[in-house]
C-alpha cells in the first residue's frame, strides 16, 4: 500500500530565508505520481505540481523548487527567499497507477508541514 | 463553473440529524473524490467515483455516509445520524477521467464546513 511521510510537523522560519519541507513516500508500484498541494489559512486546497516517476528532472518555478530522487523516495520541496505569503500548510501527495483493490484509486497525502514565515 | 463548488460552505447541525453535502465538478471532469479533513488533520479519502460509478468506496468510515452521483456530474455526501466526531471539512474534488491513478491532476473545492453539536 502506498504511504506517505511528511517527518516536518511545523517549521518556523524569517522572512527571506529558505526552507525546504521533506517528503518520503513508499510504493510497490513502479509507475507512480507525487503531487504537491498548499492549503493556507483560508483553507482551500491549492495544486502546486505533479510529478511522474519517469521523470526525475527537477523543476524550479520562480521562487519554488522541486527535488526528487527515487533513489531514496524523497520528493522535497524548496521556497527560497521564503516570504509572509507562504505561510500555510504544505502536502505532500502520492497515487499509484496499477489498481490493485480497496483504495487504489485514491491520492493518498502525507500529514503536512506547517510553515509559519515570520516577518 | 470554473472550479470545483461545494454547498454549503457551513453547516452546524444537531446531533442526530441527517445531513446532505454537495458539490458541482468543474466541467468536464468524470473522476471525482469526497476527503474528510479533521481539525488540525491530515486529508481522508471518502470515496471515489469514475462516472456515476464508485469502484472505490474504502474510506466511508460507516453505513451512516452514502454518496451519489448523477449525470455524471453533481455528488451528494450524505451522513446519517450525525455524531460529534463526524465534525469535520469534507473536501470536494475532481479530475479528468480516472483521476490520479492516471497522474491527472485533482482540483479541490473549498469545503463543507460540518459541525455537529
Partial sequence: AQKVTQAQTEISVVEKED????????TRDTTYYLFWYKQPPSGELVFLIRRNSFDEQNEISGRYSWN???STSSFNFTITAS????????FCAL??????????YQLTFGKGTKLSVIP | GAGV????????????????????PISGHTALYWYRQSLGQGLEFLIYFQGNSAPDKSGLPSDRFSAERTGGSVSTLTIQRTQQEDSAVYLCASSLEQGAISGNT???????WLTVV
Fill in chain 2, 5 to 24: 463548488s461545494q454547498s454549503p460552505s457551513n453547516k452546524v447541525t444537531e446531533k442526530g440529524k441527517d445531513v446532505e453535502l454537495r458539490c458541482d
Fill in chain 2, 106 to 112: 485533482i482540483y479541490f473545492g473549498e469545503g463543507s
Fill in chain 1, 95 to 104: 497515487s499509484e497507477a496499477f489498481v490493485s483493490g480497496a483504495g487504489s
Fill in chain 1, 19 to 26: 526552507v525546504t519541507l521533506d517528503c518520503v513516500y513508499e
Fill in chain 1, 68 to 70: 526528487f530522487q527515487k
Fill in chain 1, 83 to 90: 516570504q509572509v505569503v507562504d505561510s500555510a500548510v504544505y
